[in-house]
């Protein structure tokens, strides 16, 4: 007998569940001590809430949690960051954080009801070395602009060669209709910031009117 042919398939979402014993006590639990914000709950006397880390969403579901606990693996930008607000709120830190061989820097917690959380982010320094040879440039920025490229490559730890290699690679990287980004969630809001700071007031289009005093 032939398998029928597969459907077209359209998944834009996934939500993990986890069961809790007491939906409420848990929310508070996720949203106080983990960092998540409140999606919704659902009933007078909620048994069922959905919490989300950034735009990442899962639900929270009463009854008997699995004997174990089950386990839920996040993508974030920071692990270092985040591991270090869950130790200072007192979250149970089952495993440290550590740089693994599949790649990711990740560490994980526990929640009261025995659920394992991990969060992880890439680590971006492994693989065999690239050779290159650098050469000298000779660039001239908008002054402000310049101001913001050298506060956010600090701000991500880098050198203004490196963060300025980083923005090469990823316009050079299809995805979709537009590019890769080489900015996470966290990074694009600091950008926000900065672009206040240093009075950044025209659009990403605006070099093709800028004109020298």
């Known amino acids: 007998m032939n398998s029928p042919a597969v459907p077209p398939i359209e998944c834009r979402q996934h939500h993990a569940s986890l069961t809790v014993r ?18 919704f709950t659902w009933g007078e006397e909620p048994r069922f809430a959905g919490v989300l880390l950034d735009q990442v969403q899962i639900f929270l579901e009463q009854g008997e949690p ?13 692990a ?13 830190v089952l495993v440290e954080p550590d740089d693994r061989e599949y ?32 050469v000298e440039v000779h660039v001239r920025l ?7 490229l050298h506060d956010l490559a600090a701000h991500k730890r880098m050198s203004l060669t490196g963060c300025l290699e980083e923005i090469l690679l990823h316009t050079c990287e299809p995805l979709g209709d537009g590019v890769a980004s080489p900015h996470t969630t966290r990074d694009l809001a600091y950008i926000q910031e900065l672009k206040a700071k240093h009075g950044i007031d ?12």
């Open 22 to 39: 007491d939906v409420p006590a848990t929310v508070e639990f996720y949203t106080t001590r983990l960092g998540f914000t409140l999606g």
């Open 66 to 78: 699995c004997p174990g606990g089950s386990p839920v693996y996040f993508m974030v930008g920071d």
């Open 80 to 92: 270092d960051e985040l591991h270090g607000f869950h130790r200072a709120g007192g979250v149970e």
């Open 202 to 213: 025209y659009d990403s289009h605006a070099s093709y009117r800028f004109v020298e005093r």
């Open 103 to 134: 790649g990711i820097r990740d560490y994980t917690v526990r929640d009261p009801d025995g659920n394992r959380l991990t969060f992880g982010h890439p680590i971006f320094t492994l693989g065999p070395p690239v050779e290159i040879e650098r």
């Open 142 to 148: 908008e002054k402000r602009l310049a101001a913001l």
